[in-house]
């Protein structure tokens, strides 16, 4: 099989433009497959308060009422997802921007209604991504570039956590490709001490992860992003990497990158 990436963004490297600049360079030199996903979770609670819209999140999960999807859909299909697109067109990455509506490529359900109301927030299942129509555009050339926006099938859009949708873009494609997820932050990876950036974790398995949790080392929005990278591998993804967006370059040149996820119990 052909190798693919799938390579995801989160708000504090989009939000940074040196940064983007120097991720998109790296994303475009690397070879194969791609398909970039991009969050801006952070850009959009920016944005909403600037409108007077207040932000609500429940475990990291925006509570999405029709005013903040008006919100989120100019901000992620539009702002984030245009401005990406534009500048991996200036460095040669024939970028195709993408909402899961496009193509009919992401279909989400609306989330139920429990003990608390998300309101138009999409959860993915083992049906959501249609694969072989990601897979033609690929092959015809495209570099597909997703934000974090899905839909029903039914005329409603949706919000979906880009960690979400890179994990379930990754499972689908591994049956056509031979399929890396990563997960670039601003941090080098998981961190024993969040706040040295030399005390990072090179390899971490489900037993690992489990005392790390206990122990508090890992927690906020690193809790959600291992929970969809440890579907993935468990679901056939060749690999899972979470590391600084900057260093995506060492992929490329084969150099030690991030922490790298395994099923094994060796850590
Ligand atoms: N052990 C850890 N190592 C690194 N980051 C951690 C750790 N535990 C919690 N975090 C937090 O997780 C955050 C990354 O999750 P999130 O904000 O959802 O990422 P993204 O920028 O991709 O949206 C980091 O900014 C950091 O604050
Ligand atoms: C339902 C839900 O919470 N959706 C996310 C989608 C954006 C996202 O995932 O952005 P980051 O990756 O930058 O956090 C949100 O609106 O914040």
Do not use: W
């Amino acid at each position: 099989m052909k190798p693919l990436y799938v390579i995801k963004i989160g708000g504090n490297v989009i939000d940074n433009s040196e940064n983007l600049y120097h991720f998109l360079k790296d994303f475009t030199a690397l070879d194969g497959y791609k398909i970039l996903v991009h969050g801006g979770g952070k850009i959009a609670t920016q944005i909403s308060e600037q409108l007077g819209i207040e932000a609500k999140l429940v475990d990291g999960r925006r509570i999405t009422d029709i005013e903040t999807l008006r919100v989120v859909t100019m901000v992620y299909a539009g702002l984030i997802n245009k401005n990406i697109v534009a500048q991996l067109q200036r460095f040669g990455t024939n970028a195709i921007g993408l909402t899961g509506a496009d193509g009919n490529f992401i279909k989400a359900v609306k989330r139920p209604v429990k003990t608390i109301d998300y309101g138009f927030v999409g959860d993915l299942n083992n049906s959501s991504v249609n694969a072989n129509n990601i897979s033609n555009l690929m092959e015809a050339g495209f570099t597909p570039v997703f934000c974090a926006l899905t839909h029903d099938g039914d005329g409603q859009m949706l919000n979906t956590n880009a960690d979400t949708i890179a994990s379930a873009l990754a499972v689908a494609l591994a049956k056509h490709y031979d399929t890396t997820l990563i997960y670039c932050f601003e941090k080098k990876g998981v961190l024993k001490d969040i706040n040295d950036e030399d005390s990072l974790i090179r390899e971490i398995n489900p037993l690992r992860y489990e005392e790390l949790k206990k122990e508090h080392i890992i927690h906020s929005g690193m809790l959600p992003k291992l929970d969809n990278a440890f579907t993935a591998i468990a679901c056939g993804v060749k690999a899972v990497v979470i590391g600084k967006s900057d260093e995506l370059g060492k992929l490329g040149n084969n150099e030690p990158f991030g922490t790298r996820l395994s099923k094994s119990n060796i850590s």
